[in-house]
């Protein structure tokens, strides 16, 4: 069973910090996706990484996967309160059940203004 | 482009009633689609998936059903619910050989 360690698991900064946000396994994935979620609100793709070592920027937010397909970051610059969110990684294992996603726990992450 | 739909957006049942939860997708054919419950800010817990028409698989026993009667309908029902059913269902879909999984807007129920 692939477990993917989302860490930490609750975030609280001032409008202005930076922040960087842990996704963690033991096993390799094929893909791995970050969601943000606000509160009543469905999951929203914010990216997929496929390639080991893979860096994707989006404005404000870069992430990356390691080279070993088996953990990746998020990391916020300049946080605002917009960016308030639970922020979820997602991989695909493969190899395994080609239908499922393996999710983490979430980090809820809070900006103050 | 794809869209998904879930309905109700919000649900207040009384304990022993029974549920119908619904969500169908556009603009794409022969999706898996999925059913998760989610506690308060908190992660995604699967509870069942369907790759067509008529095929269910269940991850945890529970009080609850999936049912698939259309290629992009999928449909989650309870015959008796419990105070535990109560929770935020989210209905999301993903292409087949895919590997991204779009949500739908969820439906929060209370079961009072």
């Known amino acids: 069973t692939q477990l993917l360690e989302q860490s930490p698991q609750f975030l609280s900064i001032q409008e202005g910090e930076n922040l960087t946000v842990y996704c963690n396994s033991s096993s390799v994935f094929s893909s791995l996706q970050w969601y943000r979620q606000e509160p009543g609100e469905g999951p929203v793709l914010l990216v997929t990484v496929v390639t080991g070592g893979e860096v994707k920027k989006l404005k404000r937010l870069t992430f990356q996967f390691g080279d070993a397909r088996k953990d990746s970051s998020l990391h916020i610059t300049a946080a605002q309160p917009g960016d308030t969110g639970l922020y979820l990684c997602a991989g695909d294992a493969r190899g395994g059940s080609n239908y499922k996603l393996t999710f983490g726990k979430g980090t809820l992450l809070t900006v103050n203004p | 482009s794809q869209t998904i739909h879930q309905w109700p957006a919000t649900l207040v049942q009384p304990v022993g009633s029974p549920l119908s939860l619904e969500c169908t997708v556009e603009g794409t054919s022969n999706p898996n689609l999925y059913w998760y419950r989610q506690a308060a800010g908190r992660g995604l817990q699967l509870l069942f998936y369907s790759v067509g028409i008529g095929q269910i698989s269940s991850e945890v026993p529970q009080n609850l059903s999936a049912s698939r009667p259309q290629d992009r309908q999928f449909i989650l029902s309870s015959k008796k619910l419990l105070l535990s059913d109560s929770g935020f269902y989210l209905c999301?879909?993903?292409?087949?050989?895919?590997?991204?999984?779009?949500f739908g807007p969820g439906t929060r129920l209370l079961v009072l």
């Open positions: 999301a879909w993903m292409a087949g050989g895919g590997w991204t999984q779009y």
